[in-house]
Nanobody, 119 residues
Framework: QVQLVESGGGLVQSGGSLRLSCAASGRIDDVYAMAWYRQGHGKQREEVAFITNGFTNYTDSVKGRFTISREDAKNTVDLLMNNLQSDDTGVYYC??????????????WGKGTLVTVSS
């Protein structure tokens, strides 16, 4: 089992910045990918940013504003969010998928952290 705990959400004014952090613990293979998803009110959950060995990907609406990074030694992933807009409001979820070992393909979710951007 893997546990994911997010932190860093909160209320911010439009144009402001927040940094989300996610700490993973438990049975983690040394090969895995992590991502941040978000779900706005009345919207489907969408992938915001994804990171694996040497590769990152962002949804179009956050390119140039958000940066995902990870620190393998600590099993953490951060999401730096700049120039936040009201459409960025939502619950942000940390996601991890194992890419090696007997649990290959097993995915885990955090409980989410709320980001509210006021205009």
């Amino acid at each position: 089992q893997v546990q994911l705990v997010e932190s860093g959400g909160g209320l911010v004014q439009s144009g402001g910045s927040l940094r989300l952090s996610c700490a993973a613990s438990g049975r983690i293979d040394d090969v895995y990918a992590m991502a941040w998803y978000r779900q706005g009110h009345g919207k489907q959950r969408e992938e915001v940013a994804f990171i694996t060995n040497g590769f990152t990907n962002y949804t179009d609406s956050v390119k140039g504003r958000f940066t995902i990074s990870r620190e393998d030694a600590k099993n953490t992933v951060d999401l730096l969010m700049n120039n936040l807009q009201s459409d960025d409001t939502g619950v942000y979820y940390c996601y991890l998928i194992l890419l090696g070992g007997v649990d290959y393909g097993t995915a885990y979710w955090g409980k989410g952290t709320l980001v509210t951007v006021s205009s």
